[in-house]
């Protein structure tokens, strides 16, 4: 009797698998949305359209290539989009499915960033997905100070310069602003835009000719710069006192002066120098592992993800911006939709440059970035003459690559092993 009881139930029990099995939810693995109500609002809002069941589950680092790696050496596995950084992706690019033929359904994505996205193949290895980067703003009060014929959202280095000269001459005093403070991302400014406009490089062309340029004019830029600037963190604070007309920052640091003066500043890309608009992106994409169970399903989540509406939500769900040309909606933060034009003009720009976080260096990050503080404080602060502290500078630098064994990352092209300071 108790076999005959328990065959229907194990009969039942296997029904009900087989059946949520033919029902299963696309797994989308990510590191990206951890906290929990980013999480909660990619389940409920992001993802809500999506026609089909999607499991969203965010990870940190380690778990999420743990579990991929072992389903690519395992040869099967359950995860169907990831979503990762663009370092995420760096070592994996044997194990990502080509999505070079996949139907976009009419988004287009900056091709910087998509370039970005083959993470050094012939292959799309991953779509871009969702970006957050520093921009420019200024005060309105400003712009009538911009050199004649001047297109704020397509400035160049020397018309930076030239009104950062006039601001200093005409209103009483020097009205540039940068985060050179202790606590300032001043860093992310010479390795991200300045070094990639004037040499398409962050490491390799570190001592070059081109690289003197640069120093050259940011050298002429800081004559013309609050020299309070060396204690500021946050710029969003001499913008609201009036200390500074003009600034750079990060998008957050930034974003108190856009909110509680709405219609005092405008936001604008970062300047252009001779090899093109620098710009330093934190680009998240979309890949599908080539032991996804569901390369359709998968597919389809990708598109549905880079539409205009899921761009708008995962924005107000994570405070990423979108990778495609979008209108935002009116309810959104004055500093979301100042932003958020202003990185779509930069990323969107023909001369756009995206120059990468760091990668590769572990517990050396903070030694490479002090590379260009420590270059900085010498040239700029202290007046030393430029070929010598950047050859001097050089040295520690190639160390740190050399012991880091960290390849080139974008601009820089790739390189098989240390990334090379020449």
């Given at each position: 009797?108790?076999s005959?009881?328990?065959?229907?139930?194990?009969?039942?029990?296997?029904?009900v698998?087989?059946?949520?099995v033919a029902?299963?939810?696309?797994l989308?693995?990510?590191?990206?949305?951890k906290p929990?109500?980013?999480?909660?609002?990619?389940?409920?809002?992001?993802?809500?359209?999506?026609?089909?069941?999607?499991?969203?589950q965010?990870?940190?680092?380690?778990p999420?290539?743990?579990r991929?790696?072992?389903?690519?050496k395992?040869?099967?596995?359950?995860?169907?989009v990831?979503g990762?950084?663009?370092?995420?992706?760096?070592?994996?690019p044997?194990?990502?499915?080509?999505?070079?033929?996949?139907?976009?359904?009419?988004?287009?994505?900056?091709?910087?960033?998509?370039?970005?996205?083959?993470?050094?193949?012939?292959?799309q290895?991953?779509?871009?997905?969702?970006?957050?980067?520093?921009?420019m703003v200024?005060?309105?009060?400003?712009?009538?100070?911009?050199?004649?014929?001047?297109?704020i959202?397509?400035l160049?280095?020397?018309?930076?310069?030239?009104?950062?000269?006039t601001?200093?001459?005409k209103?009483g005093?020097?009205k540039?602003?940068?985060?050179?403070?202790?606590?300032?991302?001043?860093?992310?400014?010479?390795?991200?835009?300045?070094y990639?406009?004037?040499?398409h490089?962050?490491?390799?062309?570190?001592?070059s000719?081109?690289a003197?340029?640069?120093?050259?004019?940011?050298?002429?830029?800081?004559?013309?710069?609050?020299?309070?600037?060396?204690n500021?963190?946050f710029?969003?604070?001499?913008?609201?006192t009036?200390?500074?007309?003009?600034?750079?920052?990060?998008t957050?640091?930034l974003a108190?002066?856009?909110?509680?003066?709405?219609?005092?500043?405008?936001?604008?890309?970062?300047?252009?120098?001779?090899?093109?608009r620098?710009?330093m992106p934190?680009?998240?994409?979309?890949?599908?592992?080539?032991?996804a169970?569901d390369?359709?399903?998968?597919?389809?989540l990708?598109?549905y993800?880079l539409?205009?509406?899921?761009?708008v939500?995962?924005?107000?769900?994570?405070?990423?911006?979108?990778v495609?040309?979008?209108?935002?909606?009116?309810?959104m933060?004055?500093?979301?939709?100042?932003?958020?034009?202003?990185?779509?003009?930069?990323?969107?720009?023909k001369?756009a440059?995206?120059?990468?976080?760091p990668?590769?260096?572990?517990q050396?990050?903070?030694?490479?970035?002090?590379?260009y503080?420590?270059s900085?404080?010498?040239i700029v602060l202290?007046g030393?003459p430029?070929?010598?502290?950047?050859?001097?500078?050089?040295?520690?630098?190639?160390?740190?690559?050399?012991?880091?064994?960290?390849p080139?990352?974008?601009?820089?092209?790739?390189?098989?092993?240390?990334?090379p300071?020449?």
């Open positions: 009797m108790f005959r009881r328990i065959a229907p139930l194990v009969m039942g029990v296997a029904t698998l087989a059946a949520s029902q299963a939810d696309v989308f693995w990510s590191t990206q949305a929990i109500e980013e999480t909660q609002a990619m389940r409920t809002n992001v993802l809500k359209g999506f026609d089909g069941k999607v499991d969203y965010a990870n940190d680092g380690g999420w290539l743990t991929l790696q072992a389903e690519l395992a040869g099967k596995g359950s995860i169907d990831l990762g950084l663009h370092g995420d992706f760096s070592t994996l044997e194990g990502l499915t080509d999505l070079s033929a996949l139907d976009l359904g009419g988004a287009k994505v900056n091709p910087g960033f998509m370039a970005l996205g083959k993470l050094g193949t012939g292959e290895k991953y779509i871009p997905w969702m970006q957050a980067t520093y921009i200024a005060n309105k009060k400003a712009l009538p100070y911009l050199p004649a014929g001047a297109d959202n397509a160049t280095y020397d018309q930076l310069i030239a009104w950062a000269k601001l200093d001459e209103t005093g020097p540039m602003g940068l985060p050179a403070g202790p606590k300032g991302l001043l860093h992310r400014f010479l390795q991200g835009y300045l990639p406009s004037f040499t490089s962050m490491v390799t062309k570190f001592e000719p081109e003197v340029t640069a120093w050259t004019k940011l050298k002429e830029l800081w004559t013309y710069t609050n020299p309070a600037s060396t500021y963190a710029m969003q604070e001499p913008l609201l009036g200390a500074v007309w003009v600034a750079f920052d990060h957050a640091r108190d002066a856009l909110n509680k003066k709405p219609d005092d500043f405008v936001a604008f890309p970062a300047p252009a120098g001779p090899d093109g620098g710009f934190v680009i998240a994409g979309l890949a599908i592992p080539k032991t169970p390369m359709a399903k998968a597919k389809a990708i598109k993800m539409q205009p509406s899921t761009q939500a995962t924005l107000k769900a994570t405070n990423f911006f979108p495609i040309d979008v209108t935002l909606p009116a309810d933060p004055a500093s979301v939709r100042a932003s958020g034009a202003a990185i779509a003009k930069m990323s969107g720009a001369d440059l995206p120059a990468l976080l990668m590769g260096l572990g050396l990050g903070g030694q490479f970035n002090q590379v503080i420590d900085f404080q010498r202290n030393q430029i070929k010598q502290v950047l050859s001097d500078e050089a040295n520690t630098l190639r160390a740190i690559m050399k012991k880091a064994d960290a080139c990352w974008a601009p820089d092209a790739p390189s098989k092993g240390a990334c300071v020449e």
